[in-house]
């Protein structure tokens, strides 16, 4: 509980005071014009919030779990966050200095996003992450030669779904809240302390930000935050043995990245057809004429729902 007070007054304040650094430097959003119409009222809205979830979150981990880099578990959470983190920082830096939405090239960012999990790849392959477990049996998947494949897949699928998610004020952060609980629990029962005081620093500069980011928005976390606590939200889940549960917990970001990947593939099949009015999914629902904060009262219920369950199966486990 101290841990998460640490965490949740750090980040509380330290975007307090960022909000008014960064309306005095003009550190703003830029909202793209194909987007729904009454996102464009955002348009200048202050963002890079994400630092301060970064800066809150691993300060307050680092003062309860000071040896965190004798283990090398705690070590591949704490680098795929930072390092996620400043792919984002990047990102939004590129975006703030050009004055557009575009950021970094994809094939860039998805280089550097398979640089990271390279680094994962190696810290953790001593340690016996090189099977899939499935839930609530006692059959193991061998991944062999697909090991650096796998981690890509899952850590750059969790970063990028969240991303994708961070589209409403309160969407992603919220879920994000939502989704950690079961691997919260699950890393109290297998005592694994100091992946437990992470999570739990990290939902503490969580609640704290959704102060600022809830509906009307002061302050966006931009793809700084985004990346950083989806790509280490699938490391815990890894360094867990419980990546499947994200399927169960994260189940409206899969939705979210799934909608996106099936818009475009479809869009280029059929020559200009969409099967959703606008992707992500949420902004389907807000073409179909349902209000932002609405979407995003829905999303959070069902994702509460889905959390219950995956905590269920971690229990029971």
Not at 268 to 278: C, E, P, Y
Request: glycine letters at 6%; aromatic letters at 16%; one cysteine or more.
């Amino acid at each position: 509980m101290i841990c998460f007070l640490l965490s949740f007054i750090i980040c509380f304040f330290s975007s307090k005071y960022y909000l008014y650094w960064a309306k005095k430097r003009m550190i703003r959003q830029y909202i793209r014009k194909d987007i729904v119409q009454t996102h464009q009222k955002k348009q200048g809205t202050s963002t890079m919030g994400g630092c301060m979830i970064l800066f809150a979150t691993t300060l307050s981990f680092i003062l309860f779990v000071p040896h965190f880099y004798k283990d090398n578990q705690i070590l591949a959470i704490l680098f795929t966050f930072l390092f996620f983190g400043s792919i984002g920082l990047i990102d939004d830096l590129f975006k703030i200095t050009f004055k557009n939405s575009k950021g970094l090239s994809v094939k860039l960012r998805l280089l550097f996003e398979i640089i990271g999990c390279l680094v994962v790849t190696y810290l953790l392959y001593k340690f016996g992450y090189q099977k899939i477990h499935l839930p609530l049996t006692k059959i193991f998947i061998p991944l062999g030669s697909f090991l650096l494949l796998y981690y890509i897949f899952v850590l750059v699928g969790s970063a990028n779904a969240v991303n994708f998610t961070d589209g409403l004020d309160g969407l992603a952060t919220g879920l994000m809240i939502i989704s950690l609980l079961p691997f919260l629990l699950i890393a109290l029962k297998q005592k694994e302390s100091s992946i437990a005081y992470f999570i739990i620093a990290l939902m503490g500069s969580l609640f704290a930000f959704l102060k600022y980011n809830f509906n009307p928005a002061k302050l966006f976390m931009g793809d700084v935050g985004s990346l950083a606590i989806g790509a280490s939200y699938a490391m815990i889940a890894i360094v867990l043995k419980s990546e499947i549960l994200i399927l169960v917990s994260g189940f409206l970001f899969v939705i979210e990245i799934l909608s996106v990947i099936l818009q475009v593939a479809y869009f280029k099949i059929s020559h200009g057809k969409r099967i959703f009015l606008m992707a992500p999914l949420h902004h389907h629902f807000e073409k179909k004429g349902l209000p932002e904060w609405k979407v995003v009262m829905i999303f959070w219920m069902i994702g509460f729902v889905s959390s219950i369950i995956a905590s269920m199966i971690g229990v029971i486990e």
